[in-house]
């Protein structure tokens, strides 16, 4: 059937069954007859488009975020101080993550006293208790083969001391007078791939500082002390 647009009023053909729901002959008549509501921001004031949501009130998110809690949209970065965009966080504090990281260790930093020697340090965090490597490696209790030499050491009536740190390397004893540096070598850890070549580096090193070395092997947790009594005899 035939009606009358009434926007054109140009004729135009509908079927029967939505007969009352065509008014308009096309699209573009439609859309030009459709509401356009403007209205004003009620925080910044600016004009925006209402469209389907008759009840808007703010212009943007960001907007109705200010309005609505009368919270800030901008904060001061707590360790910079450089005023950055906070979003929908409520929490966040920092502008950027590098200002979160340093403010974090600065807090986190805490004085004690090592464990080993009673200098006193700075710790990251709670799990520090020496305050370096070679005091860490210092107080941890010695190893069975380590034991064994030590006692060897003590019985002969040698001054030695334990774990003394070279820089590059750690012997297991150090005899002073005897200007001695002296290797314990597991089984396990020293028959590893590319082991050996470390210790002949670790050997070239202290032996440029003129520091005598001997490593002792050992068997199923025995040592084998024939390289050690053949030096301190033969000198």
Same mark, same amino acid.
């Given at each position: 059937?035939?009606?009358?647009?009434?926007? @054109?009023?140009?004729?135009?053909?509908?079927?029967?069954?939505?007969?009352?729901?065509?008014?308009? +002959?096309?699209?573009?008549?439609?859309?030009?007859?459709?509401?356009?509501?403007?209205?004003? @921001?009620?925080? +910044?004031?600016?004009?925006?488009?209402?469209?389907?949501?008759?009840?808007?009130?703010?212009?943007?998110?960001?907007?109705?975020?200010?309005?609505?809690?009368?919270?800030?949209?901008?904060?001061?970065?707590?360790?910079?101080?450089?005023?950055?965009?906070?979003?929908?966080?409520?929490?966040?504090?920092?502008?950027?993550?590098? @200002?979160?990281?340093?403010? &974090?260790?600065?807090?986190?930093?805490?004085?004690?006293?090592?464990?080993?020697?009673?200098?006193?340090?700075?710790?990251?965090?709670?799990?520090?208790?020496?305050?370096?490597?070679? @005091?860490?490696?210092?107080?941890?209790?010695?190893?069975?083969?380590?034991?064994?030499?030590?006692?060897?050491?003590?019985?002969?009536?040698?001054?030695?001391?334990?774990?003394?740190?070279?820089?590059?390397?750690?012997?297991?004893?150090?005899? &002073?007078?005897?200007?001695?540096?002296?290797?314990?070598?597991?089984?396990?850890?020293?028959?590893?791939?590319?082991?050996?070549?470390?210790?002949?580096?670790?050997?070239?090193?202290?032996?440029?500082?003129?520091?005598?070395?001997?490593?002792?092997?050992? +068997?199923?947790?025995?040592?084998?002390?024939?390289?050690?009594?053949?030096?301190?005899?033969?000198?």
């Amino acid at each position: 059937m035939n009606k009358l647009c009434e926007k @054109c009023s140009r004729v135009f053909v509908v079927t029967k069954h939505k007969e009352r729901l065509h008014r308009f +002959c096309s699209r573009e008549c439609a859309g030009v007859t459709k509401r356009i509501l403007h209205r004003k @921001c009620e925080l +910044c004031g600016e004009q925006f488009f209402v469209g389907r949501r008759v009840s808007q009130k703010f212009c943007s998110r960001e907007c109705a975020y200010v309005g609505l809690t009368k919270k800030p949209l901008y904060r001061l970065c707590e360790y910079c101080g450089i005023e950055f965009k906070i979003g929908y966080n409520k929490l966040k504090r920092f502008c950027r993550r590098a @200002c979160s990281v340093r403010i &974090t260790r600065v807090h986190n930093y805490r004085w004690r006293t090592c464990k080993f020697c009673g200098n006193k340090f700075n710790a990251a965090h709670d799990g520090v208790h020496h305050c370096s490597i070679t @005091c860490s490696q210092k107080s941890k209790y010695p190893t069975s083969v380590e034991r064994e030499l030590y006692s060897f050491l003590d019985y002969y009536g040698y001054v030695y001391e334990q774990q003394k740190d070279f820089g590059r390397t750690i012997p297991d004893a150090f005899v &002073t007078s005897l200007s001695l540096a002296i290797f314990v070598d597991g089984e396990y850890w020293h028959s590893l791939p590319g082991r050996r070549s470390k210790d002949i580096e670790c050997n070239e090193y202290l032996m440029s500082q003129g520091i005598h070395v001997i490593r002792l092997d050992t +068997c199923r947790n025995i040592v084998d002390f024939i390289p050690l009594v053949e030096y301190l005899l033969i000198g």
